[in-house]
């Protein structure tokens, strides 16, 4: 009882507010910065599921500004409408077996950057259905039901004017992708003005964990957003963990791929792997303990959460969460720095693309045991993994 009495305790909060240098304090949480590299400023995805465009194309604005480069803001939803097009292509090929929605994965966006460039946010907003945010619900809806009905093939034979339909669904929506356009006095098209940005492209790799596949080889990580089939090369845990603060530490950014259905990945900006969970306690029981209705259980049980001691993440707890759908392909940010809370533990700093009305004005803090728990993939550049890591998956 003692014990219960003392973990209950943990979860009453103490007000505080946003500070705006190296010490962060909101509810419990107190956070002084370790290291932070740039990033551009933070976007809204609002009520799209293109949070790998968002999160994508900002990494790879952040690896501009660490090479030297000035600021640049991409178009993310000319991302979004080549990665559709090319959605309806694959799902149409595979007779509708295939995932087909508003998700994706991060190589989606080095795909289009490869195959079709990118062009300038001012150029393309994708806002061209009367939102001043973006609202994909009936464009996800529409583009569904289109594909649909094409597999179904009522003609017994694909007509020729099923794609050029799609993609004007597309134009409608998120505007047509420009063909030739001016920046600062010269022309260019999304192919050239993508060179004239000094990317090397093939410098970019996805790194993951599991045990279901052999360590040092490449698989496509078996979630339904990962349409294109794209490799990951494949860790184990410790290397993996090596590679996150490698990269901070030596001032790269780092593409997070992880699950924000967790509990403890909450709307105050905090991502933590709590070793005790209240979720765990019988119901009645935690509304009790928290002082709160059943009604409110859910919303209260890790909103007043403070510092506490957090899971020793191992291979197989990691691999577990995966296979038993725990952990779940959901969200795509930005790792671009590190902090510790007033108890020493580490955290990395994540730009989210929820907009800036949040505790943290946008960032989020993940600790470590969460990162290590709950990442699906990362994308970084090659060079932002240790030598001895890079050598044995041959990228040297």
């Known amino acids: 009882m003692r014990k219960l009495i003392f973990f209950i305790s943990l979860l009453l909060l103490s007000g505080a507010t946003f500070a705006q240098k190296d010490t962060t304090a909101v509810d419990s949480f107190k956070f002084t910065t370790v290291k932070e590299n740039?990033?551009?400023?933070?976007?809204?995805?609002?009520?799209?599921?293109?949070?790998?465009?968002?999160?994508?194309?900002?990494?790879?604005?952040?690896?501009?500004?660490?090479?030297?480069?000035?600021?640049?803001?991409?178009?993310?939803?000319?991302?979004?409408?080549?990665?559709?097009?090319?959605?309806?292509?694959?799902?149409?090929?595979?007779?509708?077996?295939?995932?087909?929605?508003?998700?994706?994965?991060?190589?989606?966006?080095?795909?289009?950057?490869?195959?079709?460039?990118?062009?300038?946010?001012?150029?393309?907003?994708?806002?061209?259905?009367?939102?001043?945010?973006?609202?994909?619900?009936?464009?996800?809806?529409?583009?569904?039901?289109?594909?649909?009905?094409?597999?179904?093939?009522?003609?017994?034979?694909?007509?020729?004017?099923?794609?050029?339909?799609?993609?004007?669904?597309?134009?409608?929506?998120l505007g047509k992708c420009p063909e030739e356009f001016t920046v600062s006095g010269k022309k260019y098209t999304p192919l050239t003005y993508e060179q004239s940005l000094g990317l090397n492209l093939d410098d970019y790799v996805s790194l993951t964990s599991f045990t279901h596949h052999p360590f040092y080889t490449q698989f496509a990580i078996e979630i339904p957003d990962n349409w294109r089939w794209a490799e990951s090369y494949n860790l184990p845990l410790d290397e993996f963990a090596r590679v996150f603060d490698y990269a901070v530490d030596n001032g790269y950014t780092i593409a997070w791929g992880t699950d924000e259905s967790e509990k403890g990945f909450t709307r105050n900006g905090i991502a933590v792997n709590p070793e005790t969970k209240v979720e765990n306690m019988p119901a009645a029981c935690q509304a009790k303990w928290l002082g709160v209705s059943d009604k409110d259980r859910d919303a209260k049980i890790f909103k007043l959460s403070k510092p506490q001691p957090e899971v020793k993440v191992t291979q197989e707890?990691?691999?577990?969460?995966?296979?038993?759908?725990?952990?779940?392909?959901?969200?795509?940010?930005?790792?671009?720095?590190?902090?510790?809370?007033?108890?020493?533990?580490?955290?990395?700093?994540?730009?989210?693309?929820?907009?800036?009305?949040?505790?943290?004005?946008?960032?989020?803090?993940?600790?470590?045991?969460?990162?290590?728990?709950?990442?699906?993939?990362?994308?970084v550049n090659k060079n932002a993994i240790p030598k001895d890591i890079r050598k044995k998956l041959g990228l040297d």
């Open 317 to 379: 707890i990691r691999q577990a969460s995966f296979d038993n759908y725990q952990t779940t392909d959901d969200h795509g940010m930005i790792i671009f720095g590190k902090a510790n809370d007033q108890n020493g533990t580490k955290y990395y700093m994540v730009k989210n693309s929820w907009g800036t009305n949040s505790k943290y004005k946008g960032i989020w803090y993940a600790s470590e045991s969460f990162v290590l728990n709950k990442t699906i993939n990362i994308l």
């Open 38 to 173: 740039r990033i551009t400023p933070i976007k809204n995805q609002a009520s799209s599921g293109t949070c790998w465009s968002f999160s994508s194309l900002g990494f790879f604005e952040s690896e501009l500004l660490r090479m030297g480069k000035p600021a640049v803001d991409l178009s993310e939803m000319f991302v979004v409408h080549h990665s559709y097009s090319d959605k309806a292509d694959k799902y149409v090929r595979m007779h509708g077996t295939n995932n087909f929605g508003g998700g994706g994965s991060f190589y989606d966006v080095l795909y289009v950057l490869k195959n079709y460039g990118i062009v300038p946010d001012s150029l393309m907003t994708g806002l061209n259905y009367g939102e001043k945010k973006h609202n994909h619900g009936e464009l996800d809806a529409l583009t569904e039901a289109y594909v649909k009905v094409i597999v179904t093939n009522p003609n017994k034979k694909l007509s020729t004017a099923w794609k050029t339909g799609f993609d004007g669904i597309l134009d409608a929506y």
